[in-house]
Nanobody, 114 residues
Framework: QAQFVESGGGLVQPGGSLRLSCTVP????????MEWYRQAPGKQRELITT???????TYAQTVRGRFTISRDNAKNTLYLQMNNLKPEDTAVYYC????????WGQGTQVTVSS
């Protein structure tokens, strides 16, 4: 069972930035794609970005141009840099791998509010 541990969330004003981190077993960062999801209150969990083993990235239209996914294999860490945050970005954020579909961490809460 994979263990993903997210951190870095918090309260930020609109237009602000946060960087989320997720510790990931090295097997996943080295060999499998990794993803960030988010779930807002009363809504379904939403896939927002993916990075493949070779570094190719994709983004949902709602975050494209504002969020950046990256990884540091040496630190076993996946990142999500979030800029120009909006109130609609308020959600619990999760990292995940499609190689271990049933495994989810506890998530980290991001609240964007003035």
């Amino acid at each position: 069972q994979a263990q993903f541990v997210e951190s870095g969330g918090g309260l930020v004003q609109p237009g602000g930035s946060l960087r989320l981190s997720c510790t990931v077993p090295d097997l996943f960062l080295n060999f499998y794609p990794m993803e960030w999801y988010r779930q807002a209150p009363g809504k379904q969990r939403e896939l927002i970005t993916t990075i493949t083993r070779t570094g190719t990235t994709t983004y949902a239209q709602t975050v494209r141009g504002r969020f950046t996914i990256s990884r540091d294999n040496a630190k076993n860490t996946l990142y999500l840099q979030m800029n120009n945050l909006k109130p609609e970005d308020t959600a619990v954020y999760y990292c995940h791998s499609p190689a271990s579909p049933s495994d989810w961490g506890q998530g980290t809460q991001v609240t964007v509010s003035s």
